[in-house]
């Protein structure tokens, strides 16, 4: 339930907001920050208070919701309301799979009116230009998706083989990029089904990831949305638990190309990549490519490893995700598929 206070404020009809382009009035766009939580309360909360030290102009109405995704409803107005002083809604989304309650944060965003969502995941936390950065974004950029960076930072006790990836500089160049929901914006446009096109995250992928990039190039493939890098509205995950080991990263590699792989045969089987290579071709152009950069980077590590021992570890960390990238296309081929949603996650 919602008291007065929570209720979310809705957007300007489009012909209010006509008329004050018009008059040259400034806008304030009406923004959503949406988060899905499946037992992170403590991480949640910890967004939360993170969301509450936002510095800046923050030039847009805002509020916030929440999808619990919990079996039993989890989530209290006790720990989000004692952290935030934006407007707030909590849902329970019964029905358990990340592309059921990604697609309830969009129904609920496009019922208020919003006319832009920004979403994070529930265990990252938020630097304190943020907000000001995502709103800066939205009223400059050309693009109905923007994705922005997520930086991981391990704590000394993890795996020195876990590949370090510094995070570019927002105006450096960047040819490729993750596309993910961990911090990213879309406009109505996308998730609207009344004034957009009415997006919505696959069942398919409903239990074992990857929903976020096929509907993002689904809306890009299928419907001319392209989507655009927006680096620098800051966020940061700090790794724990499991994801200190090599294991939990390398199987995550795994997973996540699988997914990728499913994503390719899947938009040619419905048509929505159109004129697109062979899928026989393009798996085998992908396994070959990581199998090569797997062994290069292995052997490079080996050599370096009595020399530069940091530089050698991470080298041969590099190395392993290249070689469990193209070791995906056996559970691939055999139709294998990992339950990811619900696991013990850290």
Known sequence: MMTKKMVPKVAKPYSCIQDQEAAGKPLRPSVVIGVCTYKRNDRLQELIKSLNSQTGPIEADVSLLIVDNNQVPSVSHDLVGSDTHFPYQILHERKAGLANARNRLFETADASGAEWLIGVDDDELLETSWLSEWIRGINSASREILIGEVSLEYPINASPYIPRRPIAKPDAPKKSFVLGTGNYAV?????????????????????????????????????????????????????????????????????????????????????????????????????????????????????????????????????LEHLARAWAIIPFVLGIKRRRYGASEP
């Open 187 to 319: 406009s109505q446009k996308v998730f609207s089904q009344d004034r957009g096109i009415g997006m919505r995250f696959s069942a398919e992928f409903n239990e074992i990831g990857g929903e976020d990039a096929e509907m993002i190039l689904r809306a890009k493939r299928q419907h001319g949305l392209a989507y655009q890098r927006w680096p620098y509205p800051a966020v940061r995950e700090e790794q724990r638990g499991d994801r200190l080991k090599l294991r939990y990263h390398l199987t995550r590699a795994i997973h996540t190309q699988r997914n990728g792989f499913h994503i390719a045969a899947l938009h040619r089987r419905n048509k929505t990549l159109k004129n697109a290579t062979p899928l026989a071709v393009m798996l085998t152009r992908r396994t070959s490519k990581s199998l090569v950069r797997g062994v290069s980077n292995l052997s490079v590590g080996v050599f370096w490893l009595p020399f530069e021992r940091k530089t050698g570890q991470q080298k041969i960390g590099i190395g």
